[in-house]
């Protein structure tokens, strides 16, 4: 594929691909004779690897380590294991910060849902914050 098709594709731009090949978020890319990009399936799947874990908020850096581990091979796999991890609790800790705010707006929602039939607004107490 090329460098067009690849941006098309998942609505990135080329300076953003270009970015993560020289930062290392994704491998060096596979290149023609002529020296320009052309993306293998695998160079695809890095991108979209690399989109995944961006658009949920995992750190350049640490995509550039899990890079760099899985190009020095096999002997990585437990490094690799545990930048995996260590995305995931960072992610599970958004998430849960998500899951606190919607529990609030369905509990507010509630609450003028209930009043809209009855006329009264109340909050129950036991609920931190009105």
Known sequence: MTIKEVCEKYDITPDTLRYYERVGVIPEVHRTKGGIRDFT???????ENAICMRSAGVPVEMLIEYVRLYQEGDETF??????????????????????????????????????????VLTWDRSFTEE
């Open 41 to 47: 399936d695998e160079d695809v799947a890095w991108v």
């Open 78 to 119: 437990q490094a690799r294991r545990d930048v995996l991890a260590e995305a995931r609790e960072e992610i599970q800790k958004q998430l849960d910060k998500y899951q606190a705010t919607m529990d609030r707006l369905n509990y507010k929602i509630s609450r003028y849902d209930e009043a809209i039939k009855t006329g």
